[in-house]
């Protein structure tokens, strides 16, 4: 963490509500996440703190947060109601494989949420350790259980918009938890007040790229068909970007087709279609994909059948 970063965050020891911090162990553009103990039962929490730094900053007290200036303020305040809105519907999803939103307030001059803390191995870590090469019993083990999560958070009108292998962590038997939903976007929320995006290289796609883009379901699956690349290759894939002007990818289903179904590839590919509307535009039709049945190769023409197509071509003819 550097200096700057230290400067913004609350110190270890400081009292949010019910909470003491213990260390910052995350955050963004938009928001700081720290790990936390509850005060009185010592139950450890995550703790996400809005805090733009664009549009704020925090007092000499290092308690108070405030808007940088007048200009600001009116963007400052309408995130803090969107962040409140956004914790208040995601208070309300319960899913085991979604990190739980326990309870969320107002405090400091912005608002906090407060999250389950999950105990097991980040996936990027996981895959940096096997140098990708994770196997497909893994991938469809971790996945339809996310993908199941993500559905119920697109049935709630939100998209997360920042998945990738970082924001994924594995429990014991392989049981994954989506976290960090700091960038979580309503679908038909306005977007005059947001002044940024939250942007992975790689694992967004270009519609979030994209001044006024139109972000959906499909956008997060572009993330998902992401992650899963790299859990093969162990490399993040090129920036959405560089994809749209002259794509330097290798299709999965020729680069890996030798110790992977056709199947998953395939929709690994039909995932990250840079055109948005040449994903699949929901999780069902991923899945679908996904357990698509391989259809066998086409067996070589035999000996006999060869020389019969020979045989009936013009020139062989005497």
Known sequence: MSETESHHSLKPGTRVDNYLIERRIGGGGFSLVYLAREADGGQQVVIKEYMPHKLACRDSDGLTIRPRDKQASDHFVHGQRLFLQEASTLAKIKHPNIVEVVSFFRANGTVYMVMTYEKGINLQDYIKRHNGNLSEKFIRTVFPPLLDGLKLLH????????????????RSGGNPVLLDFGAVHHMRQTRQYQTAQVITRGFAPVEQNLQGGYVGPWSDIYAIGATMRTCIDGNSPPAAE???LEDPM???????????????????????????????????????????EDEPEPAPPSDSVLGRIASSLPWSRG
Request: net charge positive.
């Open 242 to 244: 560089e994809r749209r």
């Open 155 to 170: 049935s709630q009108g939100l998209l997360h918009l920042d998945i990738k292998p970082g924001n994924i962590y594995i």
């Open 250 to 292: 290798k299709p999965a289903v020729a680069a890996f087709r030798k110790n992977y179904s056709r199947a998953l590839l395939a929709a690994i590919d039909w995932a990250m279609e840079v055109d948005p509307l040449m994903r699949p535009q929901n999780v069902d039709e991923l899945l679908e994909a996904m357990n698509k």
